[in-house]
């Protein structure tokens, strides 16, 4: 069964950045599209973006988009967000899920398409 561990939280500085990785074990991640979102306290887990397997197009939410980047490397079945230039609003425990097959564009991110979740890492942008 097909497992995903994120990890590289920290604490930055506004307009810093951070990497953060999620690990996919137990199956292949060329299977998978690989959505990431997170959850800030008292809010409601919402989608920051996607990568598809299918064709490894990559989607973000407005509030990220032009500031994240998500890359894969399926050698190492690995997924990467890359988060620059952070904002204080950016702070939240981020997650990584997968699912199998396709999903369209318009629902990549949408945290209600995936059932499979890591355990999330902790993200904090604070002076």
């Known amino acids: 069964q097909v497992q995903v561990a994120e990890s590289g939280g920290d604490s930055v500085l506004p307009g810093g950045s951070l990497r953060l990785s999620c690990v996919v074990s137990?199956?292949?991640?060329?299977?998978?599209?690989i959505g990431w979102s997170r959850q800030a306290p008292g809010k409601e887990r919402e989608g920051v973006g996607c990568i598809r397997n299918s064709d490894l197009s990559t989607y973000y939410e407005d509030s990220v988009k032009g500031r994240f980047t998500i890359s894969r490397d399926n050698a190492k079945n690995t997924v990467f967000l890359q988060m620059n230039n952070l904002k204080p609003e950016d702070t939240a425990i981020y997650y990584c899920a997968a699912r199998a097959g396709r999903l369209l564009p318009s629902v990549c991110a949408s945290p209600r398409e995936y059932r499979t979740w890591g355990q999330g890492t902790q993200v904090t942008v604070s002076a």
């Open positions: 137990g199956d292949a991640l060329r299977y998978y599209t």
